[in-house]
């Protein structure tokens, strides 16, 4: 049962005074204690009754709250029969620990509460136990030796009617039962289940979708793959994968849950044989970046070259063309994570892009054979041969977003070139990854151009760098450029020091906005338009709905105020340069 379901139940006398977003939690006990320290007698999921003996001032509730959050209580209900109102501190300490707190009235007996909750969660049990036991049994003979993870799956639909699929970071199925999810149903479980994640709530998580709930259960990847011993969770949550469950979860009976989590755990399991299988190529990747950041001879690189394409080219044998990415994903220091050292990117970069440079219309495990990712120090660089992965320009990208491309681009021309391109690689991937990177994180990506010989490989990774570095300079969580963006001056911008940036815009910028402040103006909106209509007045008054000589008398209060002449080019390049570092 559900801590909401106690709500309803009126005979219980019970408020909710904290914690309203955890009322989906399910309730599998319930204990009565004042003890100050009842951890010993705690395992998980019941609702704790107290009637507050154990509290003699204010400092004593967060360290009792601790620990019951520590033990994975559902909740907690504290009554007014002792003290009266319930003590403030008590309630801050739960908001903190997202721990939902009831108030009991004191005409109701934690008798009355506790038979209730007894009766509920051993009527579930008694009709379920028996046939989740067996089909545990079955389940944990069914696992990857005996036919990968759609074995498991179609028993879960076959004997619980359960429909489920295991998705990626990205929500790009590697495996299902039945029909398969569609990309963009995938994409949004995904980031639900990424912003849940971060949020540090409990699995399995919940999401409703167009009318159909679904419960999310992560698959941890313990294997030998596995990003060692993560110290905070930024350091998995873009590499692990999940199970998203056609069904609400959240009443379900421990026996049931603990049936998922083993499925979970069999799932695992192949993704450490994927993550193995993937050792060569990371192996060979990392042989071929040594041999070109060592500056080593075209012949040396070219013989590795051809070792490994046999490899990334099953049956090809010689790649025509090689590109290059560059990933980074970076992390604001905080609080915990900041304390306990910085967090290791490289690691979570180099899985994500192996990820992301899968065809998202490919499902299944292997589907990632032909791209080789090795990573160095903070980056991850990949080695894509081609033909490999030929991505089309969506059309949905023409108008830009975080990752989209540099002013004026001409998107037939692109759209006819071979391998990848920026902007659509993350084109299917850009929700779920925002939300895993939430407030703290940002990825950032450079594709170099195709080239056709060992000689231009160390071209290609500068390019790429470069490229990753143009996308660090713009705004959003993910972002990306490519290697036709780096004959544009916004090659330029990513390499100004911060502070040059700052003392620049002020400049010229800061007379603006402190005008626009104090009379709504709207001369940096103004200066903007001007700038976009290359100073054509006719066009900019228009655009702006303004009347010429209203434009004419906003363009010199902006001259007026900067000191610059808006008919000469060094201005407009000086004032143009300072909008896009703004």
Not at 87 to 115: K, N, Q
Not at 268 to 289: F, G, I, N, Y
Not at 465 to 480: D, L
Request: glycine fraction near 10%; hydrophobic fraction near 45%.
């Amino acid at each position: 049962m559900r801590l909401r379901a106690l709500l309803e139940t009126d005979a219980l006398g019970l408020r909710l005074l904290g914690g309203e977003d955890e009322l989906d939690r399910t309730v599998r006990g319930v204990m009565t204690t004042d003890l100050r320290d009842p951890s010993r007698y705690l395992s998980g999921g019941e609702l704790v009754l107290t009637g507050l003996a154990w509290h003699r001032d204010a400092a004593d509730s967060e360290p009792f709250v601790r620990i019951l959050a520590g033990a994975g209580v559902a909740g907690l209900a504290a009554g007014e029969a002792e003290l009266g109102d319930i003590p403030a501190d008590l309630l801050e300490a739960c908001l903190h620990h997202r721990l939902p707190l009831f108030a009991v009235h004191e005409t109701v007996a934690f008798a009355t509460i506790t038979e209730y909750v007894v009766r509920q969660v051993s009527g579930e049990r008694a009709g379920d136990l028996a046939a989740v036991v067996d089909r545990h049994r079955r389940l944990m003979t069914s696992g990857p030796a005996g036919g990968g993870p759609e074995v498991v799956l179609d028993l879960l639909t076959s004997d619980l009617d359960l429909r489920a699929w295991v998705l990626s970071p990205t929500g790009r199925q590697i495996a299902g039962a039945g029909a398969p999810l569609p990309g963009p149903l995938g994409a949004t479980l995904a980031g639900h289940h990424l912003a849940a994640t971060r949020t540090g709530r409990r699995a399995p998580h919940r999401a409703a979708v167009a009318g159909t709930t679904y419960s999310l259960f992560p698959i941890r990847n313990t294997g030998r793959g596995a990003v060692p011993a993560a110290r905070d969770v930024r350091e998995s949550v873009l590499s692990d994968w999940l199970l998203a469950v056609e069904a609400d979860a959240s009443d379900w009976p421990a026996a049931r849950l603990d049936l998922l989590q083993g499925v979970t755990q069999l799932i695992a399991v192949e993704r450490d044989r994927r993550d193995a299988a993937r050792t060569v190529r990371r192996r060979l990747a990392q042989e071929v970046l040594e041999l070109v950041q060592a500056g080593a001879a075209p012949a040396e690189i070219a013989a590795r070259l051809r070792v490994a394409a046999p490899v990334l080219l099953p049956g090809l044998g010689v790649a025509p063309q090689w590109q290059v990415v560059v990933a980074r994903v970076d992390w604001s220091a905080s609080g915990q994570a900041a304390a306990a050292g910085e967090i290791a990117s490289g690691p979570v970069a180099q899985a994500l892009l192996e990820e992301i440079l899968v065809d998202p219309a490919v499902s299944g495990p292997d589907s990632a054979d032909r791209i080789a990712v090795a990573h160095t120090g903070e980056e991850a660089i990949a080695l894509v041969p081609l033909p490999a992965i030929v991505t089309a320009l969506p059309e949905s990208e023409s108008e830009g977003g975080d990752a989209g491309r540099a002013d004026g681009e001409d998107a037939d021309a692109l759209a006819g070139e071979p391998g990848l391109h920026a902007d659509a690689l993350l084109a299917s991937v850009r929700e779920p990854l925002s939300a895993g990177l939430a407030d703290d994180g940002r990825l950032t990506l450079g594709v170099s151009a195709a080239v056709h010989s060992a000689e231009g490989l160390r071209g290609a990774l500068e390019e790429a760098r470069h490229a990753r570095r143009v996308a660090a300079a713009r705004p959003g969580r993910v972002c990306a450029a490519g290697h036709h963006e780096l004959a544009s001056h916004v090659l330029l911008l990513p390499f100004v020091p911060d502070d040059v940036r700052r003392a620049f815009t002020a400049r010229l910028l800061d007379p603006l906005r402190d005008y626009d402040r104090r009379h709504r103006a709207e001369l940096i909106e103004t200066l903007e338009a001007f700038l976009d209509c290359d100073g054509s007045w006719t066009r900019c008054a228009a655009r702006l709905h303004l009347h010429v000589n209203t434009l004419r008398y906003r363009v010199g209060r902006i001259e007026q105020l900067t000191g610059r002449d808006l008919s000469r080019l060094e201005d407009k390049l000086d004032f143009f340069l300072a909008l896009r570092m703004s």
